[in-house]
């Protein structure tokens, strides 16, 4: 009988050692887990803060004139990149003068500051009096100066006029274009009667 004893004491020390083994193991395994973790800073910086949808944000220079406006129907703010994505913006522009151009587009991004706003595909931008469109894939607009500019082709139009050109900048407060690259023209003749 203290044979049979033995033997089944010696079970239950071999199947609680099994258990504390096992218990172990597995504490081992979760601390290797846990310890190997670590945030991805790159990772991390494309995580956004915040994400507006229907946002209209306005801009205000130092005298506290308001001199940009944006409508976007969605907005994601990046801080660790200091990004704003745009969808589908429109931008209200108001120069020196306080005429208002508006500019549109499929996307677009703003710096921290709202001094850097670009937009792009299908650029829009429409100038208040002389009623010209000017169209490009990608436009640049910094604030502080009024300046908005674009590297790539442009098409200038005043129907029944238009204007192509590579490059092109404009000084919103000076009323001054400048085109650069194969600029080239159509500009109609007036039929005498």
Known sequence: MTESRSFVTLQRLVLAGLILALGGLLAWFDWQADSGHTIDPDARAEEPGHVV?????????????????????????????????????????????????????????????????????????????????????????????????SNRPVMLEQPPQSIQAQRMDLWLNEDRMQLAGQVRGYHPTEMAP
Do not use: C, M
């Not at 003068?97 to 650029?123: C, K, P, Y």
């Open 53 to 149: 949808d229907n946002a209209v944000l306005t801009l205000y220079d130092q005298q506290g004139d308001r001199h940009q406006r944006l409508t976007v129907k969605k907005l994601t703010h990046t801080p660790q990149r200091q990004t704003t994505q745009l969808e589908s913006p429109r931008a209200l522009l108001v120069d020196s003068q306080q005429r208002e151009w508006h500019a549109s587009a499929q996307q677009g991004h703003i710096d921290n500051q709202g001094e850097h706003l670009v937009l792009r595909g299908n650029v829009r931008l429409r100038e208040p009096q002389e009623t010209w469109l000017l169209t490009t894939q990608r436009l640049d607009y910094h604030s502080a100066e009024a300046h908005a500019f």
